[in-house]
């Protein structure tokens, strides 16, 4: 196996990750007024959704997966978004759905030919780890995916942070920090094998479901 950043020639090099905790009995709300008033805005300005899920076990938690064909194209295409009707209407409505928003802006590394969008009701495992040092990506990456590919788990996308948020040039879109992650999607079902003590050892954190 080999490790590289995926060509920008690649479908959606660049992806947000949105983990949102809705209020209480609120996240059906929340889903529902995405799909009916914002999906299509969005996809109109440039923005690939490549799939939403919530998280089992935890019903007010929703990831949505957005994708970008370059930082110049997110720019373009959130800058024109946030311009609009649509927004405005959605962030004073998200005031009483929404408890808590972040959102990890990463860079994918798998698969090379670029992430395409997931299938609506396929269940998917992230595995979120949080890293010590940036420079321990790749070589946790490739171990990783070693050991899951071992188990029969090999994922099906992989990304990690993009050092380019730190400066981020969509204010209107505020993203998680100074903080390595690398995120691991695998298709589910199965179990996941206990890292050792060498790839727990590069993590301050995880990896999380």
């Known amino acids: 196996m080999n490790y590289q950043w995926m060509s920008q020639a690649a479908a959606c090099p660049i992806v947000e990750f949105h983990d949102v905790r809705t209020e209480k009995f609120r996240s059906a709300r929340y889903l529902a007024r995405y799909e009916t008033a914002l999906a299509g805005p969005l996809i109109a300005a440039g923005v690939v959704d490549l799939g939403q899920f919530t998280a089992q076990g935890h019903p007010e938690r929703v990831v949505q997966v957005r994708g970008f064909a370059s930082m110049l194209a997110r720019r373009r295409a959130l800058t024109a978004f946030h311009a ?10 998200a005031a009483d759905l929404v408890r808590e928003h972040s959102v990890m802006l990463m860079r994918a590394i798998r698969p090379e030919s670029g992430i395409r969008p997931i299938r609506a009701g396929d269940p998917v495992v992230a595995l979120i780890s949080e890293l010590k ?11 990783l995916r070693l050991l899951l590919r071992k188990a ?9 942070t993009l050092e380019a948020v ?11 920090r100074h903080r390595s992650q690398h995120i691991a999607l695998l298709a589910g079902g199965g ?12 993590c301050v954190s995880g990896p999380k479901r």
């Open 84 to 93: 609009g009707e649509d927004w405005a209407a959605h962030r004073a409505e």
């Open 133 to 143: 040092f940036p420079e321990q990506i790749g070589n946790y990456h490739l171990w």
């Open 152 to 160: 029969g788990r090999d994922p099906v996308a992989a990304f990690a």
């Open 166 to 176: 730190n400066v981020n040039d969509v204010p209107a879109v505020p993203v998680v």
């Open 191 to 202: 179990g996941i094998p206990d890292l050792p003590a060498e790839l727990r050892g590069c």
